[in-house]
């Protein structure tokens, strides 16, 4: 990577470097959104620059509440604004040195959803997380499905109950049977989880009947956000057989406010685990295909400070996005430009990396310890979990920000 420097005051282990450059939806006041760039603690008013005739977008692409019709205007147009940016923040001589109004602080501003989400899918895609899960609900000596390791398995999720990260989220109410129990009861759920994931936005629509291949499948993704897929456990396991996940899922899911793009992501691409057996034609691809990203949760409760209670990598992803694109596409199926597609709960080997309460507790067997003392297996009301993410080599970080939400009680 080539060294860039910014006039611009960027805090070291900022994940708004000028190596990144994401873009967002941002308000401040009572004024309406409209599309930005991050750099370091600030926000480039994208509106503003192109109002003074220094991109090549019309400024009403960024006076919009989502950037779904920026995004469409192609990867040649919004690579070129990206990189535009970049320059008018590096070169000594830009003419941003003498418009102060065209940057706002992140901290005076409000973030909100950044694309308008048409649909969304959720993959499964990491071994350890499958692996652990089907261990604890079926069978420990054969948890993976026989499908596994041939299919990018996932399923349709919830479009309409995607919020922007710091949402408040309503604990779920719903129907729960366990063992014990003869009949179903009628509840509010108490095992309460979170799945750390990233999403990758569509950036390129495509025709009814259209396939998508490994190979092409860079072009229709925009960028990456952090993703948390936040589940009813109790919920999840009464309904789930015989379709599949329903109401343990769709009642909220948070995503971060920043799309990293994928042109920023460029220098961590990472070669993925090795799949074994070989999958089918239309599966396979060239190159790296992971992305070294490191990803962290923690949490925090009205009376204990946040503290990690997992680290885990975007690298461990046993399905890569490309996989995931071709094969949500080789049956015809069109996507659209702000659909999100997210990876499935992103577990690491061993206990610190697991992305789920469900894997950290064990099912609820093993109590972990927050930093006053008290314990958890799932999460309860009033607390707080955040998800971070970056990505850093020779020094230069691409990050994500975090995802935060917090449980309010059910109603
Ligand atoms: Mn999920």
Not at 112 to 119: K, R
Not at 176 to 197: C, G, H, I, W, Y
Request: hydrophobic content about 35%; charged content about 25%; aromatic content about 10%.
């Amino acid at each position: 990577m080539t060294t860039l420097n910014t006039w611009v005051p960027v805090p070291e282990k900022s994940d708004f470097s000028i190596y990144n450059l994401p873009f967002g939806i941002f308000s401040k006041n009572t004024e309406a959104p409209k599309a930005g760039i991050a750099i370091g603690e600030q926000i480039v008013d994208l509106a503003l620059v192109s109002e003074l005739g220094l991109l090549d977008v019309d400024a009403g692409y960024f006076k919009k509440s989502t950037l779904n019709d920026f995004i469409a205007l192609g990867k040649e147009i919004t690579n070129k604004v990206r990189l535009d940016i970049q320059k008018l923040l590096v070169i000594e001589n830009s003419p941003l040195k003498n418009y102060p109004e065209v940057f706002v602080l992140q901290k005076d501003a409000r973030m909100h959803l950044p694309v308008h989400v048409g649909d969304y899918t959720d993959f499964y895609s990491s071994i350890e997380h499958a692996t652990n899960v089907g261990k604890m609900f079926r069978d420990p000596e054969n948890a993976l499905l026989p499908n596994w390791r041939h299919i990018p398995v996932g399923y349709h999720g919830r479009a309409s109950s995607i919020v922007v990260s710091g949402t408040e989220i309503r604990r779920p109410m719903g129907q729960v049977k366990t063992n014990d129990m003869k009949a179903p009861v009628f509840q509010a759920s108490n095992r309460l989880d979170f799945e750390l994931e990233m999403g990758f936005i569509v950036g390129k629509s495509t025709e009814l009947g259209e396939r998508v291949s490994t190979k092409d499948a860079a072009n229709h993704i925009f960028g990456l956000v952090l993703f948390n897929d936040w589940s009813a456990r109790d919920i999840q396991k009464w309904e789930y057989v015989p379709l599949g996940p329903f109401l343990g899922k769709s009642f909220a899911s948070s995503m971060s406010p920043w799309i990293v793009t994928l042109e920023a992501l460029e220098p961590f691409k990472i070669k993925g685990p090795e799949q074994e057996p070989e999958v089918l034609s239309y599966l396979e691809y060239e190159g790296d295909r992971n992305y070294d990203i490191q990803l962290e949760v923690s949490m925090s409760t009205s009376t204990s400070e946040d503290i990690t209670i997992s680290k885990s990598n975007f690298k461990y992803m046993y399905w890569n996005m490309m996989q995931q694109l071709a094969h949500h596409t080789v049956n015809g199926c069109n996507i659209n430009v702000g659909d999100v597609m997210a990876s499935g709960t992103i577990s690491g080997k061993d206990e610190s990396s697991y992305g789920s309460l469900l894997e950290i507790s064990w099912g609820g067997k093993k109590p972990f310890e927050l930093k006053d003392g008290s314990k958890r297996t799932f999460i309860e009301n009033n607390d707080t979990v955040t998800m971070r993410g970056f990505a850093e080599k020779e020094g230069k970080r691409v990050g994500f920000g975090e995802v935060t939400g917090t449980i309010l009680p059910s109603r």
